[in-house]
């Protein structure tokens, strides 16, 4: 779960970077496709071309697409239809996507796993919610779709590299991944990006290439590998402590208002989601370890 927690936090960094920078100034087609390609780059030298499983190229691309491709396009637009507030509340729901998604692919229903996510849920709901507006539907849509599209990412890769196991180190063949959310990042932006927002400072580029490299680059690939060493049930929470962790490196260097009270009280329904979910899948192990 390390891996998990770090880029929890390189994440929340990057989020703040993105609210006060870029947000508004540079254009939301252009932010994504450059990370896509940076990200991209950054793994060129490290991929296998050959002696890899066609399985695993496809899969691993499917992923991108999902994961990062659709995932973020599908974000960013969301912006155009609800207030910031909403945004953050309605990616509480990924969670749940997790959890069901992983059930789906395993044939199975973990019940436990799923009230550990609604626990979480609830927490970041708590943390978040501040009243809708009323005309939100298609952002709700948007943000729905990324939602489900970012879990089915995380919880494909997990079952690729469990299905199709190999000796090449994960990192030969995270190149693909960018490959396929290149496949939607780039028509997009030739279709839709506005060459008028281009970035126009130092700053804007620098944080550009901060998201791409860190943020997108070392942050998926640490992200995807931290998922294939926990349960769906944790899996599931960390996605959602990203909001905690992001308020509060918000707080702390922007010093914008926050409610304390309510964020002392959603982080502690999150972890109390985690404990449930650690303690009730190890004895579930240990069951099944005594009836062996």
Not at 134 to 151: E, H, K, M, P, S
Not at 247 to 254: A, G, K, P, S
């Amino acid at each position: 779960m390390g891996l998990l927690v770090f880029v929890t936090v390189l994440w929340a960094v990057s989020f703040s970077l993105i609210g006060e920078f870029l947000a508004g100034h540079v254009d939301s087609d252009f932010a994504v496709l450059s990370r896509v390609v940076l990200a991209g780059l950054a793994f060129l030298p490290l991929t296998r071309w050959r002696g890899v499983r066609w399985e695993l190229k496809a899969g691993v691309s499917i992923v991108g697409a999902l994961q990062f491709g659709i995932t973020y396009l599908c974000l960013y637009r969301s912006f155009a239809y609800l207030s910031v507030p909403e945004v953050l509340l309605f990616t509480i729901f990924t969670p749940l996507y997790v959890t069901l998604f992983d059930d789906a692919l395993n044939r199975r229903f973990s019940p436990m796993a799923l009230v550990a996510a609604a626990i979480a849920t609830l927490g970041a709901g708590i943390i978040r919610y501040d009243g809708l507006s009323n005309d939100y539907l298609t952002g709700f849509i948007l943000l729905q779709v990324a939602n489900a599209t970012f879990a089915a990412g995380q919880v494909g890769y997990r079952h690729l590299v469990q299905r199709y196991p190999t000796d090449i180190p994960l990192y030969r063949f995270f190149g693909y991944f960018y490959a396929g959310a290149l496949v939607f990042a780039l028509p997009s932006f030739l279709l839709f990006g506005d060459i008028a927002r281009m970035p126009s400072t130092p700053l804007q580029w620098g944080i550009l290439a901060w998201l791409g490299l860190a943020a997108s680059g070392l942050g998926l690939f640490l992200w995807n590998r931290g998922a294939c060493l926990v349960d769906a049930g944790t899996l599931a929470i960390m996605n959602n402590a990203l909001v905690p962790a992001g308020l509060i490196v918000n707080l702390l260097i922007w010093n914008r208002d926050a409610d304390l009270g309510r964020l002392m009280l959603g982080g502690s329904v999150i972890a109390l989601s985690l404990w449930l979910n650690v303690r009730f899948s190890r004895r579930a192990h240990l069951g099944l370890a005594a009836k062996a």
